[in-house]
C-alpha cells in the first residue's frame, strides 16, 4: 500500500516540464489557422454565396438548401485540404460538455470506389441517436427522435481529423434540448429590445450585440497523485482529506510566478486556443495553491459560450500531455478557495457603441444610465432566477462560502454610479428639459474615471465594472449559456417594459428625453433593494437581503424552482425563448442531475470509508494494541499503564470514529435507498440535498481527523499537501 503511494509522489516529482516549441510563425498568422472563418469563407465560397452567408451570419437571413450546399462543397474542400477525414455536429446537451459523432466524409462513388462527400443536406441538420441525452420526459418513445441543426453564426472548425460543426440540438416536436438553441433566441430577444430603446437615442442603430468575456478558473493536480485518489477520478473534487498545514494563508500564490511545468502547460494551451481562433490573453496564478486563471478578449456571447465549452475539452486534453490533469470542479478542495468563471458581459450596438460604458455629453449619459437601470431592474426581478441559472450541486459548494459570492443575488455598483442614480432619482426639476434647442438634460458629469475603474468589491455577485457587469456566481464547470440565456431573456423583457413605459407617457404629450428620466427615476427606486455596495460576506448582509425580499434559499433544487414560477414563465414565453413546456422538462433534468451527482458521490465516500479508510485505521490501531500488550509484558502494571496511556487514547479514538463512520455509511446507504423510491424528481433531489449532503460532511469528518493520527506510511489516499503543492 506505503508502496504505491510513494511510486506516486516519486513520479510526480521527478516529471520535467515538457519542452514546447513556439510556432515559427507569429500568434497573428496562425491564429484561426483552424476556424473556417470569414477569411476562409471569402477564399472557399463563390462570391454570391459568400454574400448569403455573411448575411445569415450577420442578420439571420435564412439560407436555402442549394446556397448550403455551395457552403458544405466549400467547407469540405478546405477541411481535406487541412488533413480533416471526417466531420461531425458539435453540440451542447443538457449534461455539462460536449457532444458528437464523428461520421467520415466518405460516399461510395459508384464505381466500387469511394469519394469525399459533404453535402448541404449533412451541414444543415442530423438525427443523432438522441435518446440517451437528457430530455426530462420531452422524447418519450412515439417522438423519440431529435435532431442537430447548423448554427451558422458559430463558424465551423477542425480538431485532430475532424470538421466540427457547430449546431443547436432540438426534439423533432420543436423543443430544444440544449443549451445553444434557447441562447441564440435569448440572444435575438435581447437584440430587438435593446435596438428599440437605443432608437430613442440614434435611429440608426440597427442591431445590439451582447459581448461576453469569461475567466476561466482551474486547478492543476499531478496526474500521479490524481490517480490515487478515487475520489477526484469518480467525482472531480476530494470528498475528504485534512487541510495542509499551509494553504493560502501566506498568500503567496495570486499571481506569484508560475511554475515551469505549468508554464509549459499554459503556453501549449494558448497556442491551440489560438489556432482554433479563440482569442486569449491573461494567464495567471489564482489565490489557492495550484489554482489558475486564463481569460481571452471578450467576444459576442453565443461565440464566447462556444469557445468557452472548447477551451474546457482543450485544457483537459492538453493537461494530460504534461502529466497533469485539469480540476474544474467548483470546489476540489475543501478549505481553499474554489473556482469560478466571472461573466463579463455588456452590450453594443452595430454604430460602434458599447452600451454599458458611459459616454461624454449629457445625451450619452443618458443612454448608459437607461441601459444600466434597465440591467438592475431586469436582475431584481428575476433575481432568483439568476440564481438558479449558476446554481448546480457541485457550485453550491461554492456559492455562500467565504470566498465566494453569497448564495444571494445583488448588485455593486461602486461609490460614483450610486452617487448618479441618487442625483436622477432625487432631482424632481424637469422644467429645463424641455425643448430641442438647449435642451439641458440633467444628467451629472461622469468621470471617464469610472471606465478605469479600481472600485472592486470582489464580494458582488454581479458586480458593474466600469463598462460592463461581471456576474461571478457563474461557476467554474459550467456552461456560460445558462447564465447568458437567463440574464439576457430577463433584459429583453425589461426593455421591452419600459419602451412601453416611455411610449405611453410620450402619447400623453410628454417630450421624449423627460419620458425616458421618468421610467428611469421610478425604476431607480423600484430595484433599490438590488443595490448593494457592502461586504456580500457578512453576516449581517443575509439578514438584510431577506428583509429586501430578496431571494434566499440555499437549497439547490428548491432554487431550481424560480423557473417555474409564473413570473419566470411569463418572461421567458414573452420574450420567446423557451415555452413552459421546454422549462418543466429542463428542470426535470436539472432535479435528476443534482440527484445522480450527490448519489455518485455518495457511493464513492461510502467505498472510500470501507476499502480504504476503515481497513488502514484498524491495521494502525491494531499496531498500538500489539504495543501496549508489550509493554505490559515487558513492565510492572503501574508502570506499563503509564506508558501506553496516550496511546489507549488513540485506541479509543480510533474505535470510537471508524465506529461512527460504519455506522454513518450504513445510514447513508438506507437513506439513498428510501430517495431513490420517490418518484418525483424534485422530492428526490431535495431528499438527497436534505439527509444525504449533511451525512456526507460529517462521515467526512471523522475520516479527516483519522488523517491526523494514522501513521503517514500506511495512508494510501494523496493528501492535500501533495496534492496542493506538487507541480
Ligand atoms: P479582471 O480579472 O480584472 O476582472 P480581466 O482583464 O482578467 O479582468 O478579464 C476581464 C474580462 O472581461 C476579459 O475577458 C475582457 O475581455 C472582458 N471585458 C472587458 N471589457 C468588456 C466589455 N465591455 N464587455 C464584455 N467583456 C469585457
Ligand atoms: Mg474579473
Not at 504505491?4 to 514546447?20: D, G, I, M, N, Q
Not at 489557492?288 to 481571452?296: D, R
Not at 424641455?434 to 472592486?456: A, V, Y
Not at 413605459?501 to 425616458?516: C, F, H, N, P, T
Request: aromatic fraction near 8%; charged fraction near 25%; charge should be negative.
Amino acid at each position: 500500500m506505503s508502496k504505491l503511494r510513494f511510486r506516486v509522489v516519486e513520479t510526480a516529482f521527478s516529471k520535467k516540464p515538457v519542452h514546447v516549441e513556439s510556432p515559427k510563425e507569429r500568434p497573428s498568422e496562425y491564429f484561426a489557422k483552424y476556424v473556417f472563418n470569414k477569411e476562409k469563407m471569402f477564399r472557399y465560397l463563390p462570391g454570391k454565396v459568400y454574400d448569403k452567408l455573411i448575411d445569415s451570419i450577420e442578420n439571420g437571413a435564412p439560407l436555402d438548401r442549394n446556397v448550403a450546399n455551395e457552403v458544405a462543397e466549400g467547407m469540405k474542400k478546405w477541411a481535406v485540404e487541412m488533413g480533416a477525414t471526417h466531420y461531425t455536429h458539435w453540440f451542447h446537451p443538457l449534461t455539462e460538455g460536449t457532444a458528437e459523432k464523428h461520421d467520415a466524409f466518405v460516399e461510395h462513388d459508384g464505381k466500387g470506389g469511394m469519394m469525399e462527400e459533404f453535402t448541404g443536406k449533412l451541414l444543415v441538420q442530423q438525427e443523432p441517436d438522441a435518446s440517451s441525452f437528457p430530455n426530462g420526459g420531452i422524447r418519450n418513445t412515439f417522438e423519440a427522435r431529435g435532431y442537430s441543426a447548423w448554427d451558422p453564426s458559430s463558424p465551423a472548425f477542425i480538431v485532430d481529423d475532424t470538421l466540427c460543426i457547430p449546431t443547436i440540438f432540438i426534439a423533432y416536436t420543436g423543443e430544444s434540448l440544449d443549451y445553444k438553441a434557447p441562447l441564440l433566441k435569448a440572444l435575438r430577444a435581447v437584440d430587438k429590445a435593446a435596438t428599440d430603446v437605443c432608437r430613442y437615442f440614434d435611429p440608426n442603430v440597427k442591431k445590439v450585440n451582447a459581448y461576453l468575456g469569461w475567466e476561466q478558473e482551474y486547478f492543476l493536480v499531478d496526474e500521479g497523485l490524481y490517480a490515487a485518489r478515487p475520489d477526484l477520478l469518480l467525482t472531480g473534487r476530494t470528498l475528504m482529506g485534512h487541510e495542509a498545514s499551509k494553504n493560502q494563508q501566506l498568500e503567496d500564490h495570486y499571481f506569484g510566478a508560475i511554475p515551469a511545468r505549468v508554464a509549459a502547460f499554459m503556453k501549449d494551451l494558448e497556442i491551440e486556443a489560438l489556432k482554433l481562433g479563440i482569442p486569449v490573453k491573461t494567464r495567471h496564478n489564482e489565490v489557492a495553491p495550484n489554482q489558475f486563471e486564463l481569460a481571452p478578449i471578450y467576444e459576442e456571447c453565443n461565440l464566447a459560450v462556444d469557445h468557452n465549452m472548447l477551451i474546457m475539452a482543450l485544457m483537459r486534453k492538453i493537461a494530460r500531455n504534461h502529466g497533469f490533469r485539469v480540476l474544474l470542479h467548483e470546489k476540489p478542495f475543501k478549505g481553499v478557495n474554489g473556482s469560478g468563471k466571472h461573466n463579463n458581459w455588456s452590450l453594443g450596438t452595430d454604430t460602434g457603441v458599447m452600451l454599458m460604458a458611459p459616454g461624454k455629453t449629457a445625451e450619452e449619459n443618458l443612454r448608459f444610465i437607461t441601459f444600466i437601470v434597465n440591467t438592475l431592474m431586469a436582475v431584481y426581478r428575476h433575481n432568483g432566477l439568476l440564481k438558479a441559472s449558476i446554481s448546480s450541486a457541485t457550485n453550491a459548494h461554492r456559492l455562500g462560502a467565504n470566498e465566494a459570492p453569497p448564495a444571494i443575488i445583488s448588485s455593486f455598483l461602486g461609490k460614483q454610479l450610486s452617487q448618479v442614480l441618487k442625483h436622477i432619482e432625487e432631482s424632481d426639476d424637469l422644467g429645463n428639459l424641455s425643448g430641442k434647442q438647449g435642451m439641458k438634460l440633467d444628467i451629472p458629469q461622469i468621470p471617464e474615471l469610472l471606465i478605469d475603474n479600481t472600485d472592486r468589491n470582489r464580494t458582488s455577485p454581479f458586480a458593474f465594472t466600469g463598462n460592463r457587469f461581471e456576474f461571478r456566481a457563474v461557476g467554474s464547470e459550467a456552461n456560460c449559456a445558462s447564465a447568458m440565456i437567463a440574464l439576457n431573456a430577463a433584459l429583453a423583457e425589461q426593455l421591452a417594459d419600459f419602451k412601453r413605459d416611455v411610449d405611453a407617457l410620450m402619447a400623453q404629450g410628454e417630450e421624449k428625453m423627460s419620458a425616458i428620466l421618468s421610467v428611469i427615476r421610478r425604476d431607480i427606486k423600484t430595484c433599490k433593494p438590488i443595490h448593494f455596495d457592502g461586504n456580500g460576506y457578512s453576516e449581517e448582509w443575509k439578514a438584510e437581503a431577506a428583509k429586501r425580499g430578496l431571494d434566499c434559499e440555499t437549497s439547490v433544487p428548491v432554487i431550481f424552482d424560480n423557473y417555474l414560477t409564473e413570473d419566470s414563465i411569463a418572461m421567458f414565453e414573452k420574450t420567446g425563448v423557451m415555452t413552459r413546456k421546454e422549462l418543466e422538462a429542463r428542470n426535470e433534468v436539472k432535479w435528476e442531475m443534482y440527484t445522480k451527482k450527490i448519489q455518485i458521490e455518495a457511493r464513492v465516500l461510502g467505498d472510500l470509508a470501507m476499502n480504504h479508510i476503515i481497513p488502514i485505521a484498524t491495521q494502525y490501531q491494531t499496531g498500538l494494541i500489539d504495543n501496549v500488550y508489550k509493554l505490559r509484558s515487558l513492565f510492572p502494571a503501574e508502570k506499563a499503564a503509564a506508558l501506553s496511556a496516550k496511546n489507549m487514547e488513540l485506541i479509543e479514538e480510533i474505535a470510537k470514529r471508524t465506529a461512527f463512520i460504519k455506522e454513518h455509511v450504513d445510514e447513508m446507504v438506507a437513506g439513498r435507498k428510501v430517495a431513490n423510491k420517490l418518484d418525483d424528481e424534485r422530492a428526490k433531489a431535495v431528499a438527497y440535498h436534505d439527509c444525504i449532503v449533511p451525512m456526507m460532511e460529517e462521515i467526512r469528518y471523522h475520516i479527516d481527523k483519522l488523517e491526523l493520527i494514522v501513521d503517514n506510511q500506511m495512508w494510501t489516499l494523496p493528501k492535500y499537501r501533495e496534492l496542493l503543492f506538487i507541480r
